[in-house]
């Protein structure tokens, strides 16, 4: 028996093993990815717990509008409505959120880190978040959703907080 024949099978695993890197290399090339910018480290637009849980789910219950649990962490807590077309965060201690690594913003359609926009008419059709206090309402500003309107039953039930 020949040398070929003895090792038939260890070289047609080196040949399909040389043909699989060379579809890697061929069909998968990495490519460049843009490095987004991120915004400045900027304080909280809040500097002390004023709202909590309940008192937040009963403004938002006078709106006509049922908030459930998302999640909930040590140092923020998440609600949304149906549909989730309305997140509503309840932030705990300004210094520990801040620990965690959080970051007040959303990318916009260049890829780029920005502060949300206040209103929908300003979003360019993602988003848009307003703040009370150490509570944050963000809106998806889709039209077919009504995101404008939301965001003006969003403000209304912000406003309940302080009676």
């Not at 460049?32 to 400045?40: G, I, P, T």
Request: aromatic share 10%; with cysteine.
């Amino acid at each position: 028996m020949t040398w070929f024949r003895r090792h038939l099978l260890a070289l047609a695993v080196v040949a399909v093993a040389l043909a699989a890197t060379g579809a890697v290399f061929g069909f998968a090339r990495p490519g460049y990815e843009k490095q987004l910018r991120m915004v400045k480290d900027e304080p909280l637009p809040y500097s002390k717990v004023l709202f909590n849980a309940a008192e937040v789910r009963r403004a938002f219950a006078a709106e006509g509008i049922t908030l459930t649990p998302r999640s909930a962490s040590a140092t923020i807590t998440t609600f949304g409505n149906r549909g989730d077309v309305l997140v509503v965060d309840i932030f705990g201690d300004p210094a520990k959120v801040k620990a965690t690594g959080f970051y007040d913003v959303t990318i916009d359609a260049g890829g780029n880190y920005v502060h949300f926009p206040r209103s929908c008419a300003a979003s360019d059709g993602t988003a848009a978040a307003r703040w009370h206090g150490n509570v944050r309402v963000v809106v998806r500003c889709r039209v077919d959703l009504n995101g404008a309107g939301w965001m003006r039953r969003a403000q209304h039930a912000l406003t309940r907080l302080d009676r």
